[in-house]
Nanobody, 115 residues
């Protein structure tokens, strides 16, 4: 099954931008539903952006609409999350996730700190 490794996190000022990458191995992501989630301590993990499984259209949480963009490069087996106009509340551990036939996989996460 697929394994996921996130990268691109770091520290950025409010209003800045970051691009997260999620490199998959072990399988091709073309047939997977892929998405990004984030979690802060003592809070539940929340969905940020994803591709819908049925038609591949994109979903965004209301809190990031207009500022974040999810994209995928199947040839590179990579999913991206472009984050613009970052806010302090965007500080979190960001996870990449995949879903296929009811089986989900998580990456290890990459920390984003906005201050």
């Amino acid at each position: 099954h697929v394994q996921l490794v996130e990268s691109g996190g770091g520290s950025v000022q409010v209003g800045g931008s970051l691009t997260l990458s999620c490199l998959a191995s072990g399988d091709t992501i073309g047939r997977y539903c892929m998405g990004w989630f984030r979690q802060i301590p003592d809070r539940e993990r929340e969905g940020v952006a994803s591709f819908r499984f049925d038609d591949g259209s994109t979903y965004y949480a209301d809190s990031v609409k207009g500022r974040f963009t999810i994209s995928r490069d199947n040839a590179k087996n990579t999913v991206y999350l472009q984050m613009n106009s970052l806010k302090a509340e965007g500080t979190a551990l960001y996870y990449c996730a995949s879903l296929l036939s009811g089986r989900g996989t998580w990456g290890q996460g990459t920390q984003v700190t906005v201050s």
